[in-house]
């Protein structure tokens, strides 16, 4: 057994013995709670990694004094997470605990001018609004909704709230052949009968629901969609954030993309409605305006309605431009015309003549405001950090969340440029643990550009050694390789077990203008391709990197990378490893449910001969390279992933032990795209750094 099995399997043991947990004071499950972890030589494990507490979601008190906040903690033994709320003073004084449950709670916001929290948590009939005081006393379910909620969203005055409930959508066995009871079987007659991870059963509608004098939300609810057979919010992902009330209470506003079956699946126009309280009258805002419309949020005096447009139906990753209405006149105005990056979240500065919102932007995602009669764009908080959240406060200030590719998310404050950290739920764990060092490295590409690319070193590095390596391969294929955290694609925990990590922004990643960006459309196997590649060959120089023991890693689009480079990458690996990713192109066309993206990335059916692009795509399809395959490679999948269907990482395996290729296979048949419950994840982990270990180290 070797020190790195050794430590791993201590950790294990620390972690499985958590510290602090107790009987719910209304049951007997155990409550989560933070873990008592012992680092064994500065080491970084897998099972240490599932040991950080997970900040998220800050709320300002309605006076600017105090932060509402939640910290998760996983729980390997229970195989699942919890979190809890806390509350600190708006400088980051007296952070106190406000509950301890056995049940997380979620979507947390003030009420009653900060005098009581709301929040969601788990009941015997699903999920369901609770209140507290603002200590964490007197807590109280307030709505009794058959089977429960999804979210909820408080009007201005509060007498009214509108809430997330699932209604039925298509016929079931049952409702045609009552005497059938004992039947399983789903009855289709077209396509978007499956969405990411389930058989759509149910979609969402937004219900409006009345507030009593003593706090209790009505069961008198009115569908504001009622018949429709339209998603509010829209799947797989959407939430509160996808409705927003008037400050008079009189109009919501909510996003639907209203269609249905193949309309549905090739599109992606969806619209902001008005719904008038009084009159029931609905009222299209963005009639013409043909991509994503999303995230409204009125300004504070109510004259104006900003929101997140995308230009193009059918391109999901398109640039979220900054539109604002004027309420009065109907206008409406793109104010990032000269903006040549894509925003990603909104929030009104308090006095209204300006925009908060966060970007993509050379690496990191950054805090901006945007001017709404100028259009100029000002950086609030910018650097090599990714920051996701926006909470304004007085007049200068920002509470928000913020992390690295070295630490998770802690909350900070944004002053007139000046930004502190309030909490450090995780400083006591970091500090145990050796250092990694990330280098900004700016690689020729072979068309003559420069693509940022990470380098992380391990812990106690020297130059005059020799590591190996690993190539991380973004997925998306539109998603940024920021200053990014994650829970399973830590680059970090990479780095900590002994390699060097070489994760390079590739055409097709956001942060590097619009033309950067959609390169990647219809070219799959094309540029970015040889962007990776380039990142290699540009890493080998160096005399510390072992260019006979270089590794390539991704999932999703970073799974299709791994299968396309397994046929192209003229033995520049010595071990392969993918997840979720699309082997078959021609096959994926058909399997996955959301064709807007089939049709838009990969330039449309493989049965139009017509189409260049299309016949590109295919004609690239990594499947058709099996015969040049001499790489061990390893697969995972999750049963449960209909975006990419678990079928397409099968035969890639099949494939190789064909050919006679070293595979490994790991499938979840409880997991979707991503590996999620906790022993799932830790056991991902330690058969990713095997297979790494068994071919690139000695």
């Known amino acids: 057994m070797n020190k790195s099995t050794t430590l791993i399997m201590a950790s294990a043991l620390l972690l499985n013995g958590v510290a602090g947990c107790k009987d719910n004071a209304s049951g007997t499950e155990p409550i989560i709670e933070k873990p008592e972890v012992t680092v064994v030589d500065g080491q970084f494990t897998p099972e240490l990694l599932e040991a950080f507490g997970r900040v998220s979601d800050p709320q300002v008190s309605p006076d600017g004094t105090k932060i509402l906040y939640g910290i998760g903690y996983e729980s390997v033994a229970q195989n699942k997470g919890n979190r809890e709320l806390w509350v600190m003073d708006i400088n980051g004084e007296n952070q106190k605990r406000l509950t301890h449950t056995a049940e997380s709670e979620q979507g947390a916001v003030w009420i009653s001018n900060g005098d009581k929290i709301a929040f969601l948590s788990k009941s015997d009939d699903g999920m369901q609004v609770f209140t507290m005081n603002a200590d964490g006393s007197n807590r109280k379910q307030i709505s009794k909704i058959n089977d429960g909620i999804d979210g909820f969203l408080f009007s201005p ?127 299209n805002l963005t009639e013409g305006m043909m991509g994503y419309d999303t995230t409204p949020k009125f300004s504070p005096d109510g004259s104006k309605l900003a929101w997140l447009s995308m230009e193009h139906d059918g391109y999901e990753a398109d640039k979220n431009r900054i539109f604002v209405l004027d309420i009065e006149s109907g206008e409406k105005t793109d104010l990032t015309t000269n903006w040549d990056y894509t925003a990603e979240n909104l929030a009104w500065h308090p006095e209204g003549k300006s925009i908060y919102f966060l970007a993509y932007y050379h690496g990191g995602e950054s805090i901006f405001s945007i001017n709404v009669e100028t259009k100029e764009v000002t950086t609030v908080a910018g650097g090599d950090y990714d920051y996701c959240a926006l909470a304004p406060v007085g007049t200068n200030g920002i509470i928000t969340l913020r992390h690295t590719l070295t630490a998770p998310n802690e909350v900070y404050a944004v002053n007139d440029g000046e930004v502190t950290a309030l909490t450090q739920v995780n400083a006591e764990l970091l500090a145990q643990l050796n250092d990694v060092t990330v280098e900004k490295l700016m690689v020729p590409t072979t068309d003559g550009k420069e693509m940022l690319t990470w380098m992380i070193l391990p812990p106690n590095f020297d130059a005059n050694k020799k590591y190996p390596a690993i190539l991380y391969c973004q997925g998306g294929p539109q998603s940024a390789v920021s200053n990014f955290w994650s829970y399973r694609w830590n680059l970090r925990l990479m780095a900590s077990q002994g390699y060097i990590v070489i994760a390079p922004n590739r055409r097709g990643l956001p942060g590097f203008g619009t033309e950067w960006e959609e390169q990647i459309s219809g070219d799959y196997g094309g540029q970015n391709m040889k962007d990776y590649l380039a990142a290699v060959d540009y890493a080998k120089q160096f005399p510390y990197v072992n260019s006979e023991r270089i590794g390539a890693t991704g999932a999703s689009y970073g799974g299709f990378s791994i299968y396309w480079l397994a046929g192209h990458h003229n033995n520049r690996f010595k071990a392969l490893l993918a997840h979720a990713g699309i082997f078959n192109t021609e096959a994926q066309y058909l399997e996955t449910e959301e064709m807007w993206f089939a049709n838009w990335d990969m330039g449309g059916a493989f049965w139009d001969k017509g189409n260049k692009v299309a016949q590109n795509t295919y004609a690239n399809s990594p499947h058709k390279f099996v015969g040049e395959w001499n790489t061990p490679i390893m697969i995972t999948v999750g049963e449960k992933d209909y975006r990419i269907v678990a079928t397409q990482g099968m035969q890639a395996f099949n494939a190789a032990k064909l050919r006679g290729i070293p595979a490994h296979m790991v499938v979840f048949p409880e997991e979707n795209h991503w590996i999620l419950k906790p022993q799932n994840a830790l056991l991902w982990q330690r058969e990713f750094f095997s297979w790494f270990d068994k071919w690139l180290k000695d």
């Open 157 to 283: 005055d509060e007498s009214k709230v509108v809430v997330i409930k699932q209604v039925k959508w298509r016929e079931r066995v049952t409702d045609k052949y009552p005497d059938l009871d004992k039947a399983n079987a789903r009855i289709i007659d077209d396509i978007m009968y499956k969405h990411w991870d389930e058989w759509v059963e149910t979609i969402p509608h937004p219900f409006i629901a009345t507030v009593d004098a003593s706090g209790n939300i009505s069961n008198d609810l009115v569908d504001i969609m009622e018949g429709e057979p339209y998603e509010s919010p829209m799947k797989p992902f959407g939430g509160v954030e996808s409705f927003a009330w008037s400050p008079d209470g009189k109009t919501l506003v909510y996003v639907s993309r209203k269609k249905e079956g193949l309309e549905y699946s090739i599109s992606t126009n969806s619209d902001l409605y008005a719904y008038n309280l009084d009159t029931k009258e609905t009222v």
